[in-house]
Nanobody, 124 residues
């Protein structure tokens, strides 16, 4: 399995951006796809995740209501739509694939595969 994250960039506060994560390999539908982020000097943190089969989602409180995760099974791609962006959203965003249960979607250690990360910078 290989993951390719893309779509990062520089955005003004209040703006929107959509990140993509392309999944290459077998059994896309068997995975939970997670998004994590890491800001300079901080630990990696959970953003949200989606179970590809069924579409169950879970979000971190810090992004709930602003970020939306979706998937396109035909394209083996997961999206992170980010609205009302804040400077504190600035980070490298990573996508990951694993098989955690719902209450463990936020556990980075349970994800098997990781993309290379894409930088989001939100200016104030």
């Amino acid at each position: 399995v290989q993951l390719q994250a893309s779509g990062g960039g520089l955005v003004q506060a209040g703006g929107s951006l959509r990140l993509s994560c392309a999944f290459s390999g077998p059994s896309f539908r068997n995975y939970v796809m997670g998004w994590f982020r890491q800001a300079p000097g901080k630990e990696r943190e959970f953003v949200g995740a989606i179970k590809v089969s069924g579409g169950t989602t879970r979000y971190a409180d810090s992004v709930k209501g602003r970020f939306t995760i979706s998937r396109d099974n035909a394209k083996n791609t997961v999206y992170l739509q980010m609205n009302s962006l804040k400077p504190e959203d600035t980070a490298v965003y990573y996508c990951a694939a694993g098989r955690p249960i719902l209450r463990a979607y936020d556990q980075a250690g349970l994800y098997l595969y990781w993309g290379q990360g894409t930088q989001l910078t939100v200016s104030s």
